[in-house]
């Protein structure tokens, strides 16, 4: 195990399984079997990319709240609010105006990504599955707090999105690194209408979901409607 696997391990303690040089299959199928144990047990699983900068973000927000606080302090979090905070900064800077373009027909994203190393088209080298002890899965980032930097939002308000996107489209952050989340929905939008709605709360929480992704707010939405993986990531 490496030092960075390791140092993540201990500072969470929480239940986990290591795959080390795995593939997708192995992985992914032992998160569904995990998936349907934690329903009868009490967890969620998290597939988890281990890192140096990842250990950093969650040492520094551990030192700052605990757990219990990050989900107490969400409770404080109107979402609503936050997107309309969000989308009036966006109208007025220049430089986060995206073009709305078009409605297109697209593939749906069904596949996790974020623990894929791009370069060799395979999990990372190590990875961590963990036992996140909730019966309440929006309450998964504040178990594994990192975020508030590089644009990404602080844990709390991820968990207050967390909670939103899963009333209404039963969204279960699934996948966590240093620098992303990955979501896997269950009831994802099926119509356009839906879709953009959901585009543009997606841009607010992550606006490099468009500029450095889809391009344009309906493209996005093209790619969201029937989509179970929604990816964001911030650089």
Known sequence: MKKSTE?????LNYKYEVFESSVREIIENRYSEL??????????????????VLYDALSVNLELSSTKEFIKFSEDIDVEKFFNSKRSYYDFMQEYQVPLGDFSLETANDYLNEYIDSDTS????????????????WEIP??????????????DTQIAVSEYWYRNYRAIPTVITANSIEFMAEAPPQNFQDAEKLAYE?????NEVVSDGAGSLRKLASILKDSTVWSFWWE
Request: aromatic residues 14%.
């Open 202 to 206: 997606q841009y607010l929480f992550c």
């Open 142 to 155: 504040g178990y594994i707090p990192m975020g508030g930097y590089n644009e990404c939002p602080a844990p």
């Open 7 to 11: 140092d993540i391990v201990n500072i």
């Open 122 to 137: 395979h999990p990372f080298e190590e990875i961590l599955i963990l036992e996140i002890p909730t019966r309440k899965p």
């Open 35 to 52: 998936y349907k144990e934690g329903k009868k047990k009490g967890f969620y699983p998290l597939i988890v990319v281990p890192s140096d």
